[in-house]
């Protein structure tokens, strides 16, 4: 085919606050200017800001396809995701580990479609998480970016949970921002006991 593009999986992980969807925007953005076509998606349990858009801690937004994070929403993704030639999507580990997303995500690149995904490295406790784990074992590129250490200013890595400040556990899925979560270093970061 004289017009098939080259596929790439591009995986963008890295704890909260360290800029992940700023970067996901900024290589969006890039290809747009492009005159690539760009759809964008972004998981329905994350409601924080705007439902619409994704928007980073720095408040620039880009319109984007909230989709549910089950096995259902796959096959709306796979159609919506035909016509463009780059495909964006947020907040990957939020997605039902037996979905299939990362499988879905890499034939797409397959098919010659450009698939930048941003998610978390660690959940809370400091355990990875299962989609992140399988995008970065198939991804053909990987920024790891860091955040700074509330603590001690060094490089953070980990996404410590805080309420009334202290180190909360507890259940793996829990949507805020820095009134909930801080970035840790590993000498900083608090384990679960
Ligand atoms: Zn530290």
Redesign the pocket.
């Known amino acids: 085919m004289a017009n098939a593009s080259i596929g790439r999986f591009i995986v963008i992980t890295g704890p909260m606050f360290s800029g992940k969807t700023s970067r996901l925007i900024e290589f969006l953005e890039r290809e747009q200017f492009a005159g690539r076509k760009i759809i964008l998606f972004k998981p329905k349990i994350d409601r924080r800001y705007s439902r619409l858009n994704v928007s980073t801690h720095k408040g620039i937004t880009l319109p984007a396809t909230v989709v549910p994070v089950d096995k259902r929403s796959l096959l709306d993704m796979k159609k919506l995701a035909d016509s463009a030639n780059v495909i964006g999507v947020d907040e990957l580990q939020f997605w039902d580990n037996d979905s299939g997303i990362v499988e879905v995500l890499e034939s797409m690149a397959d098919n010659g479609k450009k698939v930048y995904a941003a998610t978390l490295n660690r959940d809370h406790m400091g355990k990875p998480f299962e989609n992140t784990v399988k995008a970065l074992s198939v991804a053909d590129e990987i920024h790891f970016l860091t955040a700074v250490?509330?603590?001690?200013?060094?490089d953070?890595t980990f996404s410590q949970r805080i309420i009334q400040g202290k180190e909360s556990f507890g259940k793996r899925i829990m949507v805020g921002g820095k009134e909930s979560y801080e970035p840790?270093?590993?000498?900083?970061?608090v384990w679960p006991k």
């Open positions: 250490c509330v603590k001690c200013g060094a953070a840790r270093c590993r000498r900083c970061f």
